[in-house]
């Protein structure tokens, strides 16, 4: 895993501006701490930090391949797992290796089928390759887009880059936002194409962008397609538990440490027992997969549920470990380091944005840091409630009839920092959310025969997996690369994804319940208390330090002018009088954002114009 920028122009030669490539690449060194690289031609830069998983020898980058005496140049960040085969394939086709790397491969593969090559790729992963022959940029970014690629335009060509901050470091970037930028920021419908920043893009999920001297064209190479569903109930039980199994284990692959995250919670601790269970055939019976999961110091005496949460989580997970019989370990924070500025900081120049989900944030910022001393690879079980029907949109009848994207009956306005009552009109979110709904909605794919329930659950599973997963692995990207650390997101395989979607609701729901085939295909491999645990997110602290620690945070943030151009300083002064020692869920998320926005506003000091 690792970090990429670079550019290519027909209006400058890029050997003369090293220090720029140079600057791009230093931005990204969190993600790649192991080892970096430039490499300069007449119509472009390219720069690549490494964090070194497979063949640390061979693998350094950016990777050349000569023909003749024109370059094709590969800058590359994540892992193709199905390298191997391609790789055999290739080598029957008359193509050399000089590494054991999957980075090679994609170079050669693309040296053998050009820009078809990404047909063949099974993986997560973003990369950029200069084809001197055609003097031709090709950016391509995985189906689901685990792995991030940004884009935006410079005199005469393009300049990419795994993050936003390396752009910036081009001369002719700078950090501006707008009023479409905060729109698409502040209304929570994480779309992808435009982000925050004025004329900074992202490549689409499953999309390449390639400019060349006729310019730029974009193009999705796989989306979500609608097909019927010939499996009967066993059968697809089966096909999803040889699914599950083949995407966990083909995720093992690494020379260097690796660890699972277990939380004690039906998604994570599937995922953990086959992997652990793939570990011990590969490297003998002894074998034991270590496993993490965070915890507060006040959650065992003080727990208590809410919205979001339904029980401790830490039981659960040193039950699991032991069934499953890994080497378990819990981190536990303290969640007055939660509070402490430095951390924040770097969460949010992790994110290149203010908006996050605070203290949610900096605990996996931390609990990452404290894995990264161990291994540095890491499974998920991220993505299985989008997948498979998990999250309570997809069962409660208020979410079902609402016309409008499902989480914000959670994550909605009680949630969103209030904005100034000026830039609200300016904005019109309500309007915005009303146009993207209808647009997300035509964009879903259909078979003729759905049924009503079909048609509805079909829509809310599109998009859960269009947009609301996009800021899960945004934030699992971000703050884990922050660290050192690669995640890898089993339930992200695309034919998972492919099979699941087109699996009837009957079957998804047939035990009544949240992820009934998951449920159904990981019998045998956790213990029953997890296997009929309900669904429970990602932990917070309920420590009462912690509430008026934040108090203190967002009344200094509200102290800002720039903070009051943009914030409702009178409803957020509402919430920081409330009489409430602890803050419900979404009130207390309007503080951490608008603490979270005085951090950015300092760090990034944008132009911002509307």
Known sequence: MCGITGWASFRHNARDRRPVIEAMTATLAR?????????????AALG????????????????TDRHADRAVVLSYSGEVYNHHQLRAELRSLGHEFDTRSDTETVLRGYRQWGEAVVDRLEGMYAFAIWDERHERLLLVR???????LHWARIEGGLAFASEPKALFAHPELDPRVDAAGLREAYSLLFGTGATLWAGVQ????????TFDRSGLREHRYWQLTAHPHRDDPATTVERVRHLVDQAARTRLEADVPLCSLLSGGLDSTVITALAADEL????????RLRSFAVDYSDQAEKFTGDVLRTGHDTPFAIEAGAFIGTEHATVVLDPRALLDPEHRRAVVAARDSPIGVGDMDTSLYLLFGEIRAHATVALSGEAADEVFGGYPWFHRPEALAARTFPWLLVTGDEAAMPLHPDLAATLRIGEFRADSYRDALAAVPHLDDESPVEHRQRELQHLSLTRWL?????????????????????????????????????LKSDDGREKSLLRAAGQGLAPGSVLRRPKNHYPATHHPDYDHGLRQLARQALDLPQVRDIADEGALRATLDSPEERLPWGQRLRLERVVDLALWLDQYRPTISL
């Open 142 to 148: 995985d189906r689901l887009g685990v792995k991030p």
């Open 202 to 209: 992202e490549v689409q999920p499953g999309g390449l962008v």
């Open 280 to 287: 011990r055939r590969r490297e003998g019976s002894a074998r």
């Open 48 to 63: 690549h930090r490494r964090l070194s998983v497979l063949d640390p020898v061979g693998g350094a980058q950016p990777m």
């Open 470 to 506: 996009r800021q899960l692995l945004h934030r699992k990207d971000r703050l884990s690369m922050a660290q050192g650390l690669e995640v890898r997101v089993p339930y992200c395989d695309h034919r998972l994804v492919e099979y699941a979607f087109n699996t009837p609701w009957s």
């Open 31 to 43: 993600r790649g701490p192991d080892a970096g690289g430039v490499w300069l031609g007449a119509g």
